[in-house]
C-alpha cells in the first residue's frame, strides 16, 4: 500500500505552518513543522530533516526514535557545524547516550574519540524551556499514559504584551510611564502547537490543557468497532476515545486543526478515511486533518 512508504512525506498547510512528515504505527513518525525549527520523534530521518535544529523526542520505541542519532550523524558529515538540540525524556536520556556510545563502538570508533549528542532531559513538570536557535519560542512537556515512560510537548509563543491595567491609557501615556521607569509589559506565553507521540485516550482528558493548542497533533492507532480494548491494551488512542474527548471537552476546543496520525499498518488508505469520517461528530469535521 503506497501510503505505508515511511519516506513518503505528507505535508498539510495550516495557516502559516507547514506539517511535513510520515507516522504510521510500528513504520515510522517523524513531523517536521519548518516554519517553527522544530521536528517531533525521529522514526526515519528524510534530508529535508537535517535543516531543523530542534528535535523532540516522545519516547523510546524504536518508529518513533531509532533515527535521532542519524540525524546528528549527517548534519555533521554535511558539514553543519551548529549542533541541533535535542529534548527528550529524562529518564530514557542515560540510555540515549549508551545507545550512540555503543553504535560507535560497533563501527570500529576507538572508545576516546566517540561523541554524543547533548541531550536536554525534561521531566513533564510544566515548566517552560526557551528554544536554544528560536529564542521566541518556548515548549512546556507534559507526561502522557503508554507502555514506556513519554511526553507530550506543546511549542508556546513568547511574546511581552502591554499589561492589563495600562490597556486604556493613551500612546503618549504609556510613554510617560515609560520613562519614568515603569514596566508597561507582561511576559506572556501562547500555545502554537501541541504534539503527542503516542498515547492512551485517557490522557486527552487528564490533559486538557491540549485542546487550547491551535494545532493539536494526535494519534489515533486504532479506528474499527471492537477494537477498544485492544487500544488500551497497548497504551494506544481508540478513534472512538478522541470523539469521546471533544463531546466532553465541547465549546472548550480551541483547536483550529486537528491532525490525526498513526494509524494501523492494517487499514488501507480509503479505511482510515471512511472510518474517520463516519466517527466524527458533524460540528468539529472541517478542523480534522488527516496525515497519510
Same mark, same amino acid.
Given at each position: 500500500?503506497?501510503?505505508?512508504?515511511?519516506?513518503?512525506?505528507?505535508?498539510?498547510?495550516? @495557516?502559516?505552518?507547514?506539517?511535513? /512528515?510520515?507516522?504510521?504505527?510500528?513504520?515510522?513518525?517523524?513531523?517536521?513543522?519548518?516554519?517553527?525549527?522544530?521536528?517531533?520523534?525521529?522514526?526515519?530521518?528524510?534530508?529535508?530533516?537535517?535543516?531543523?535544529?530542534?528535535?523532540?523526542?516522545?519516547?523510546?520505541?524504536?518508529?518513533?526514535?531509532?533515527?535521532?542519532?542519524?540525524?546528528?550523524?549527517?548534519?555533521?558529515?554535511?558539514?553543519?557545524?551548529?549542533?541541533?538540540?535535542?529534548?527528550?525524556?529524562?529518564?530514557?536520556?542515560? @540510555?540515549?547516550?549508551?545507545?550512540?556510545?555503543?553504535?560507535?563502538?560497533?563501527?570500529?570508533?576507538?572508545? +576516546?574519540?566517540?561523541?554524543?549528542?547533548?541531550?536536554? /532531559?525534561?521531566? @513533564?513538570?510544566?515548566?517552560?524551556?526557551?528554544?536554544?536557535?528560536?529564542?521566541?519560542?518556548?515548549?512546556?512537556?507534559?507526561?502522557?499514559?503508554?507502555?514506556?515512560?513519554?511526553?507530550?510537548?506543546?511549542?508556546?509563543?513568547?511574546?511581552?504584551?502591554?499589561?492589563?491595567?495600562?490597556?486604556?491609557?493613551?500612546? +503618549?501615556?504609556?510613554?510617560?510611564?515609560?520613562?519614568?521607569?515603569?514596566?508597561?509589559?507582561?511576559?506572556?506565553?501562547?500555545?502554537?502547537?501541541?504534539?503527542? @507521540?503516542? =498515547?492512551?485516550?485517557?490522557?486527552?482528558?487528564?490533559?486538557?490543557?491540549?485542546?487550547?493548542?491551535?494545532?493539536?497533533?494526535?494519534?489515533?492507532?486504532?479506528?474499527?468497532?471492537?477494537?477498544? +480494548?485492544?487500544?488500551?491494551?497497548?497504551?494506544?488512542?481508540?478513534?472512538?476515545?478522541?470523539?469521546?474527548?471533544?463531546?466532553?471537552?465541547?465549546?472548550?476546543?480551541? =483547536?483550529?486543526?486537528?491532525?490525526?496520525?498513526?494509524?494501523?499498518?492494517?487499514?488501507?488508505?480509503?479505511?482510515?478515511?471512511?472510518?474517520?469520517?463516519?466517527?466524527?461528530?458533524?460540528?468539529?469535521?472541517?478542523?480534522?486533518?488527516?496525515?497519510?
Amino acid at each position: 500500500m503506497d501510503h505505508l512508504n515511511a519516506l513518503q512525506q505528507i505535508n498539510l498547510s495550516l @495557516g502559516n505552518l507547514t506539517i511535513s /512528515g510520515f507516522s504510521i504505527s510500528g513504520l515510522a513518525t517523524y513531523v517536521q513543522v519548518p516554519e517553527l525549527g522544530v521536528c517531533f520523534d525521529m522514526g526515519e530521518c528524510p534530508l529535508s530533516a537535517l535543516s531543523i535544529d530542534h528535535v523532540f523526542l516522545t519516547h523510546a520505541h524504536g518508529d518513533h526514535a531509532r533515527c535521532l542519532p542519524r540525524h546528528w550523524q549527517l548534519r555533521r558529515m554535511l558539514g553543519n557545524a551548529k549542533p541541533a538540540a535535542y529534548f527528550v525524556p529524562e529518564s530514557i536520556r542515560a @540510555g540515549l547516550e549508551g545507545w550512540i556510545r555503543a553504535e560507535a563502538q560497533f563501527e570500529g570508533v576507538p572508545d +576516546e574519540v566517540i561523541e554524543t549528542p547533548i541531550f536536554h /532531559g525534561l521531566t @513533564g513538570d510544566a515548566t517552560s524551556v526557551t528554544l536554544p536557535y528560536r529564542k521566541d519560542l518556548r515548549v512546556r512537556a507534559f507526561p502522557v499514559r503508554h507502555t514506556v515512560p513519554s511526553l507530550g510537548y506543546t511549542i508556546l509563543a513568547h511574546k511581552r504584551k502591554l499589561r492589563p491595567e495600562y490597556k486604556e491609557l493613551t500612546g +503618549e501615556e504609556i510613554a510617560r510611564l515609560r520613562k519614568s521607569g515603569t514596566d508597561v509589559q507582561v511576559h506572556v506565553e501562547e500555545p502554537v502547537l501541541t504534539f503527542i @507521540g503516542d =498515547c492512551d485516550g485517557v490522557t486527552l482528558l487528564e490533559q486538557d490543557h491540549i485542546w487550547a493548542s491551535p494545532i493539536l497533533i494526535l494519534e489515533a492507532t486504532f479506528l474499527d468497532a471492537g477494537e477498544e +480494548e485492544l487500544a488500551r491494551r497497548k497504551g494506544h488512542t481508540h478513534l472512538f476515545e478522541i470523539v469521546r474527548a471533544l463531546e466532553t471537552i465541547d465549546d472548550r476546543v480551541a =483547536c483550529e486543526h486537528i491532525v490525526l496520525k498513526h494509524f494501523s499498518m492494517r487499514y488501507a488508505r480509503e479505511r482510515v478515511l471512511e472510518l474517520v469520517a463516519a466517527a466524527l461528530p458533524e460540528r468539529f469535521r472541517d478542523r480534522i486533518r488527516i496525515l497519510l
